[in-house]
T-cell receptor
Framework: DSGVTQTPKHLITATGQRVTLRCSPR?????VYWYQQSLDQGLQFLIQ???????AKGNILERFSAQQFPDLHSELNLSSLELGDSALYFC???????????FGDGTRLSIL | EDQVTQSPEALRLQEGESSSLNCSYT??????LFWYRQDPGKGPEFLFT???AGEEKEKERLKATLTKKESFLHITAPKPEDSATYLC????????????????FGKGTHLIIQP
């Protein structure tokens, strides 16, 4: 058990819809990261928050956004969903930027 | 652009048959190289971090090594429970901006250990 909790485990929705994925980091970790894993692209970094502030952006689409709340949990919002957004979305957390990132078990998003 | 290439894509070994997985990387000034293990339906599980060429880390049957261009994950006398996908990731220097703390992952080596 990594200590990182993600909900829901599975999400099925339709094109054009909006969903919110939730992540609770390990106790004491200030950094939260979001990654997308698809069969063809592998694991890709989307965005990082540190202590409530956006710290770094990766390959995140404009339709996607995230935030980190005062209690350090984070949410990833995906809107105007397309078939190609079907993937596993992972959250990870770390104590500091160059320390190991510990991953949750992901949310599997299926777009019908 | 940072790149990570893992080989082989898949590897099937007999129980007890030692082997090595390769991770080649191109990054301007490596801040850290990370190895993870991923089981089906689970998130990546952290194994090792290597920070500089020549560094080695060991854990049970696994040993990770690092050079200036590549890292190896050596598996000694593997058991069926070592079957998983092994992922390598690199972290770029802080001055590169953008996604500096985010990891760039390879596509992984799918390892199967047969009893």
């Amino acid at each position: 058990d990594s200590g990182v909790t993600q909900t829901p485990k599975h999400l099925i929705t339709a094109t054009g819809q909006r969903v919110t994925l939730r992540c609770s980091p390990r106790s004491g970790d200030l950094s939260v990261y979001w990654y997308q894993q698809s069969l063809d692209q592998g694991l890709q970094f989307l965005i990082q928050y540190y202590n409530g502030e956006e710290r770094a952006k990766g390959n995140i689409l404009e339709r996607f956004s995230a935030q980190q709340f005062p209690d350090l949990h984070s949410e990833l919002n995906l809107s105007s969903l397309e078939l190609g957004d079907s993937a596993l979305y992972f959250c990870a957390s770390s104590v500091a930027g160059n320390q190991p990132q510990h991953f949750g078990d992901g949310t599997r998003l299926s777009i019908l | 652009e940072d790149q990570v290439t893992q080989s082989p894509e898949a590897l099937r070994l007999q129980e007890g048959e030692s082997s090595s997985l390769n991770c080649s990387y191109t990054v301007s000034g490596l801040r850290g190289l990370f190895w993870y293990r991923q089981d089906p339906g689970k998130g990546p599980e952290f194994l090792f971090t290597l920070y500089s060429a020549g560094e080695e880390k060991e854990k049970e049957r696994l040993k990770a090594t690092l050079t200036k261009k590549e890292s190896f994950l050596h598996i000694t006398a593997p058991k069926p429970e070592d079957s998983a996908t092994y992922l390598c990731a690199v972290q770029a220097p802080m001055y590169s901006g953008g996604g500096a703390d985010g990891l760039t992952f390879g596509k992984g080596t799918h390892l199967i250990i047969q009893p």
